[in-house]
């Protein structure tokens, strides 16, 4: 069966009793239709947040054969219920971008879904409209100071780094000219339009603490400078309060269920190879509010998502995690052994046992921030038990915690001894979060940790443009902030094609952003795409709906 037909044969508890599993009053929670709430950010409850578990699920560095750490949260957030361990899952939202595109929705799959798929596939509660709103009303403000004749701050408009959103992976749009017409549509400039998920709104969604802190980052946005070099930010232009308002329903969590009819919560939608990757501090800090275990991921392989997790979002908001798991997959750990796609369900022993080195440097990396750690193998129908066996094999070579979970085909029922394993683990480890560096080392030593450690380089290399970054960010009084690397999730390096555990690589950083109201700077390395394009056969080719309503085609 496919995923939405699983989905459709679930009959979805009201959302009131989903809250009420959460001993929320039902009365607080803002409900969207039958199934989906806001929870008001007033719930969040900083004493009960204390000695709770944080599980963080990571994975391998990615492939087209698709690792699955949404459906193994889930499975896991399932099993943690079952084995009577007050659980909820916290994700991210999907963007519309991947879901007409080629990876398709980020609910889940099989018999470990987040519900209603469609929902939150499509449109959801109307979080990333509004982040796309704000951020075009702040382009707008820039475009109309321009060419203000009476109120102008004098911008420079080719120092101008703003750019416009949508949510949509559209190709087009990456460089275009705006004010094009005349003198009364404007000063003509050359900008772009950026994924709504690139945008630094959404950052700022997802590290926001409060209402009060989310006006604080949006008002120290940077825009770029005037004709006499001063540095120009979103205050300047009165901007935050406005955006703020468009802001004021979606910084807060949305509720459904899970498969089960277990709680989740899922909020916000950055990358993790352009931004930090998870879901909003607020959502995070709310589910360990109301439960004793909160499972929740960050996007892509571990050097990315996971290392920005605990670098940047958990320093910045104070949260303490207990444990890590690591998702892997026999057909991932073969593809980086050098197995095509097309044959990834032959069983091939010798290219499994290449491709485990990159499931090594993984392992090592976490354990780079003191934290305790299970590597979860996701099932697939096709994987041999010599193959499994191996990975096994290597986990106890490696001293690591190693469980198979077949969520997939049975839900918590396939992640109970994973779910067993790790709340033991979670619960008796006597290690403490620490982060890989400190926010007070320069831009230059944080990236070389970052690049050596965690990558696996042996230098980092600056092209003429990051060295101008540097010294503007040095100016800018920017040093003492984290960095959010952008780079391929498909390699450890900055080069797509090598895969596995590459060795004896330069990392080159092209340029630096500024992202002052996220508060980090962005080094770009390798070839970074903000507006993706779409594939030769787009998946929103196969999505339909009949004169019923029914929507089909979603995956």
């Not at 994700?91 to 939150?120: C, H, N």
């Not at 697939?380 to 469980?403: H, P, T, W, Y």
């Amino acid at each position: 069966m496919k995923d939405i037909d699983i989905a459709r044969e679930v009959e979805l508890k009201p959302i009131t009793e989903i809250a009420k599993q959460l001993d929320i009053d039902v009365e607080k929670i803002e409900q969207y239709g039958h199934y989906k709430a806001k929870l008001p950010l007033e719930l969040i409850d900083e004493e009960k947040i204390k000695n709770k578990q944080l599980i963080l699920v990571s994975a391998i560095s990615p492939t087209p054969a698709g690792e699955g750490k949404t459906t193994i949260s889930i499975g896991l957030s399932e099993g943690l219920n079952r084995i009577g361990k007050k659980t909820t899952t916290v994700l991210r939202e999907p963007s519309l971008g991947p879901v007409f595109g080629i990876k398709g929705g980020a609910t889940g799959g099989g018999y470990s879904q987040v519900l209603p798929m469609e929902d939150i596939n499509l449109h959801f509660t109307g979080d990333f409209a509004a982040i796309e709103k704000a951020n075009n009303l702040l382009a707008a403000l820039i475009d109309n100071n321009i060419q203000s004749k009476t109120r102008s701050l004098h911008i420079d408009p080719r120092t101008v780094t703003w750019k416009r959103v949508i949510d949509m992976n559209d190709r087009s749009l990456r460089h275009t000219i705006v004010g094009l017409g005349g003198t009364a549509s404007g000063i003509p400039r050359e900008t772009g339009f950026d994924i709504t998920a690139a945008s630094e709104i959404m950052a700022i969604l997802c590290l926001a603490q409060d209402f009060e802190d989310l006006k604080r980052r949006l008002s120290n946005i940077f825009i770029g400078f005037t004709y006499d070099k001063e540095p120009i930010y979103a205050k300047d232009l009165n901007a935050h309060g406005a955006m703020a308002a468009l802001l004021k329903d979606a910084i807060k969590p949305n509720l459904v269920q899970t498969i089960e009819g277990n709680p989740a919560i899922i909020h916000g939608g950055p990358f993790a190879n352009i931004a930090q990757g998870t879901n909003s501090v607020i959502a995070t800090k709310m589910g360990l509010t109301l439960s004793d275990y909160v499972v929740t991921e960050a996007g892509f392989g571990f050097d990315l998502g996971a290392e920005k997790f605990f670098d940047i979002k958990c320093v910045s908001s104070g949260l303490q995690p207990t444990a890590i798991v690591l998702v892997a997959t026999v057909r991932a750990l073969k593809y980086h052994g050098g197995v095509g796609i097309k044959d990834l369900g032959t069983e091939n022993l010798e290219a499994l046992a290449k491709g485990l080195e990159n499931l090594e440097k993984h392992v090592e990396n976490m354990r780079k921030f003191n934290l305790c750690s299970v590597v979860a193998i996701n099932k697939f129908q096709n994987d041999s038990d010599a193959e499994i066996r191996m990975i096994i094999n290597k986990c106890n070579k490696l001293g690591v915690a190693v469980e198979v979970a077949d969520v997939w085909a049975k839900g918590g029922e396939g992640a109970l001894d994973l779910a067993k394993t790790v709340s033991r683990i979670s619960e008796n480890c006597t290690h403490n979060f620490q982060p890989l560096y400190s926010w007070d080392w320069t831009i230059e030593k944080k990236i070389e940790t970052l690049s050596k450690e965690i990558y696996g380089a042996v230098a980092v290399d600056y092209t003429a443009q990051a060295k101008r970054d540097l010294k503007k960010i040095k100016e800018l009084g920017l040093e003492k902030i984290p960095v959010c690397i952008a780079k391929t999730q498909k390699s450890l390096s900055d080069n797509p094609k090598l895969l596995g555990r590459p060795k004896n690589f330069i990392i080159t950083v092209r340029s630096i952003e500024v992202a002052a109201g996220a508060e980090f700077v962005i080094p770009i390395t390798g070839s970074i795409m903000r507006m993706p394009g779409l594939p030769a056969t787009p998946a929103a080719e196969g999505i339909d709906i009949n004169l019923e309503g029914d929507i089909s085609g979603l995956f």
